[in-house]
């Protein structure tokens, strides 16, 4: 399975909608997807693996964000 990196690198808002439903379907599986196995000692232990790529996705997305928001001041 792709990585959330490739994913994101790989969003196109100028693609034809099809794509882009299609790249939606492919981030929504990797959302919806189990990981490995927990190990006991892991904090998150009992967050399910679909929470935690979905918390992982909007941390990036932030990330994101706020790097666009500090370009485009830089360019202003």
Known sequence: MT???????QADAAAPAVERHLWL???LAWVRAEGPPVDEAD??????WPVRRLR?????????????RACVARAT
């Open 3 to 9: 990585g959330l990196a490739a994913l994101l690198a």
């Open 25 to 27: 379907v492919r981030l």
């Open 43 to 48: 904090p998150l232990r009992d967050q399910p």
């Open 56 to 68: 992982h996705l909007l941390a990036e997305l932030a990330r994101l964000l706020v790097a666009g």
